[in-house]
């Protein structure tokens, strides 16, 4: 049971030029879209969100981009540095309503930032 | 920042034996969920908690797991009869269930099975 997938397990980026990290689902019941940054022995930390109503969403360096009809979100963070290495997972949840639904993982992508 | 805690950091127990993992939340949080990640597997959601009592839980949490809130502030879960297979790194979430806001997660409690 794969409903959110990231099948790139790695992406290697130079430092300031952009990471794209991808993310696709099947549950069309999904409203809610997060992206979160793991680093080795800590726990996932948030980083970015998009509700279904939007297809765009940005904070800084990150903007995430959600294409509803293709079930695929994407992370661009521009410009990279080597702080960003780090995992990065896209999680997926049902109910615009409120954030108190469960959240479903992908793998995960492990994203090397190289000065 | 106010951040979500768990201790401990590392649990190691024998196959069989019972263990609590405890997490103190977001002071004003509701929302109270637990995960785990078995190693090189995604992190899988196994229980969420509001009100003093469970809202949602996954096939996973079974009878062999419980949780508490046994006071203001800690959230705890007890892994009764523990097997090899329950050896994963546990994580700790909550959130203020506004809409839009996220949960926001411990550093997590590597529990070692032998």
């Known amino acids: 049971d794969q409903q959110v997938k990231q099948n790139s397990p790695s992406l290697s980026v130079q430092e300031g030029r952009i990471s794209i990290l991808n993310c696709d689902y099947t549950n069309s019941m999904f409203d809610y879209f997060l992206w979160y940054k793991k680093y080795p022995a800590e726990g996932p930390t948030f980083l970015i969100s998009i509700s279904s109503i939007k297809d765009k969403n940005e904070d800084g360096r990150f903007t995430v981009f959600l294409n509803k009809s293709a079930k695929h979100l994407s992370l661009h963070i521009v410009p990279s540095q080597p702080g960003d290495s780090a995992v990065y997972f896209c999680?997926?949840?049902?109910?615009?309503?409120?954030?108190?639904?469960?959240?479903?993982f992908g793998k995960g992508t492990k994203l090397s930032v190289k000065p | 920042e106010p951040e979500v805690t768990q201790t401990p950091s590392h649990q190691v127990t024998q196959m069989g034996q019972e263990v609590i993992l405890r997490c103190v939340p977001i002071s004003n949080h509701l929302y109270f969920y637990w995960y785990r990640q078995i190693l090189g597997q995604k992190v899988e959601f196994l229980v969420s908690f509001y009100n003093n009592e469970i809202s949602e839980k996954s096939e996973i949490f079974d009878d062999q797991f419980s949780v508490e809130r046994p006071d203001g502030s800690n959230f705890t879960l007890k892994i009764r009869s523990t097997k090899l297979e329950d050896s994963a790194m546990y994580f700790c979430a909550s959130s203020d269930g506004i809409s839009n806001q996220p949960q926001h997660f411990g550093d997590g409690t590597r529990l070692s099975i032998l």
């Open positions: 999680a997926a949840q049902e109910g615009y309503g409120g954030s108190q639904g469960n959240l479903i």
